[in-house]
Nanobody, 115 residues
Framework: QVQLVESGGGLAQAGGSLRPSCAAS????????MRWYRQAPGKQRELVAT???????NYGDFVKGRFTISRDNTKNTVYLQMNSLKPEDRPAYYC?????????WGQGTQVTVSS
């Protein structure tokens, strides 16, 4: 059994910062790619950022250099540092991690940005 637990969302003002995290637990033998998605109510999830086991990173175009994905392999945790937040960054954020032979989703953490 593998679980992903997210935390670190909340309310921020425009220009502020948040750093959601996603920790994997359970019977883990290997972790490869870690990802962050975002999703607004009634809309599909879209990819925000990815990071491989070797540290290679990729970002969605809307990030514009403001977000940084990172991972702590000792803690089986992935982070998303979000700086210079804008109201358009406000959807819920979900982590997705390749663990063992499958992929697993976190429960989501809500991000709200006031203008």
């Amino acid at each position: 059994q593998v679980q992903l637990v997210e935390s670190g969302g909340g309310l921020a003002q425009a220009g502020g910062s948040l750093r959601p995290s996603c920790a994997a637990s359970g019977s883990i033998f290997s972790i490869n790619v870690m990802r962050w998605y975002r999703q607004a109510p009634g809309k599909q999830r879209e990819l925000v950022a990815t990071i491989t086991s070797g540290g290679s990173r990729n970002y969605g175009d809307f990030v514009k250099g403001r977000f940084t994905i990172s991972r702590d392999n000792t803690k089986n945790t992935v982070y998303l540092q979000m700086n210079s937040l804008k109201p358009e960054d406000r959807p819920a954020y979900y982590c997705n991690v390749d663990v063992n032979r499958g992929s697993y989703w976190g429960q989501g953490t809500q991000v709200t940005v006031s203008s």
